[in-house]
């Protein structure tokens, strides 16, 4: 378990962002793999797993998603349809080179495979290891800590109307079947 950090870094032009649009277009579209798993234990913390556990509950179990609060409840409780933060590896590969800042981003699961509305609309299930999640239709955005981290060019080529149509920022799901995942596990269409 590594534990990845917030430091200052160079963040890529718009211009440098743009030119890798070609690669993440290239990304799997019915067959991928999971590429990283990151736990938020806290604010601002973050662990790289090797394997972790989908729990119907409490997500990937030991991530703090069930304490956060969300503006899209009515009680602020935490989302059920936003259990999960995925994004794709080539899309956050692209935004940082540096592989020990890829966790900062915050999505548990990094994925090579096409996010695209087009091909995984919300009600589609994934099957990763032993589980099976679901997309659901709430929208992931690049918010104000994505764009501290990443720079202003990152937060903009994210929620860019290509961006937005390709997922670049990502896609929220939910558990609906337990089970055990590992890094180079197939994520799989079902």
């Given at each position: 378990?590594?534990?990845?950090?917030?430091?200052?870094?160079?963040?890529?032009?718009?211009a440098?962002?743009?030119?890798?649009?070609?690669?993440?277009?290239?990304?799997?579209?019915?067959?991928?793999?999971?590429?990283?798993?990151?736990?938020?234990?806290?604010?601002?913390?973050?662990?790289?797993?090797?394997?972790?556990?989908?729990?119907?509950?409490?997500?990937?179990?030991?991530?703090?998603?069930?304490?956060?609060?969300?503006?899209?409840?009515a009680?602020?409780?935490?989302?059920?349809?936003?259990?999960?933060?995925?994004?794709?590896?080539?899309?956050?590969a692209?935004?940082?080179?540096?592989?020990?800042?890829?966790?900062?981003?915050?999505?548990?699961?990094?994925?090579?495979?096409?996010l695209?509305?087009?091909?995984?609309?919300?009600?589609?299930?994934?099957?990763?290891?032993?589980?099976?999640?679901?997309?659901?239709?709430?929208?992931?955005?690049?918010?104000?800590?994505?764009?501290?981290?990443?720079?202003?060019?990152?937060?903009?080529?994210?929620n860019?109307?290509?961006?937005?149509?390709?997922?670049?920022?990502?896609?929220?799901?939910?558990?609906?079947?337990?089970?055990?995942?590992?890094?180079?596990?197939?994520?799989?269409?079902?």
């Amino acid at each position: 378990m590594e534990k990845a950090t917030i430091d200052e870094v160079r963040h890529l032009s718009a211009a440098e962002l743009e030119a890798g649009l070609d690669e993440i277009r290239q990304a799997p579209k019915d067959r991928g793999t999971l590429a990283l798993i990151v736990r938020r234990p806290a604010v601002d913390e973050r662990e790289v797993l090797e394997e972790g556990q989908l729990s119907l509950d409490e997500g990937l179990v030991g991530d703090t998603w069930r304490m956060r609060r969300s503006s899209r409840t009515a009680d602020g409780s935490a989302h059920p349809d936003m259990q999960l933060n995925i994004i794709n590896a080539r899309a956050i590969a692209l935004i940082a080179p540096d592989a020990a800042r890829r966790p900062l981003a915050g999505d548990q699961l990094h994925v090579d495979l096409d996010l695209s509305e087009a091909n995984l609309p919300p009600g589609t299930r994934l099957a990763i290891g032993d589980a099976i999640i679901e997309v659901t239709a709430q929208p992931h955005t690049g918010c104000q800590k994505f764009r501290a981290r990443f720079g202003t060019d990152a937060f903009k080529f994210v929620n860019s109307p290509a961006g937005m149509e390709m997922h670049l920022r990502g896609i929220n799901a939910k558990v609906v079947q337990p089970g055990t995942i590992r890094v180079g596990d197939s994520v799989r269409k079902l």
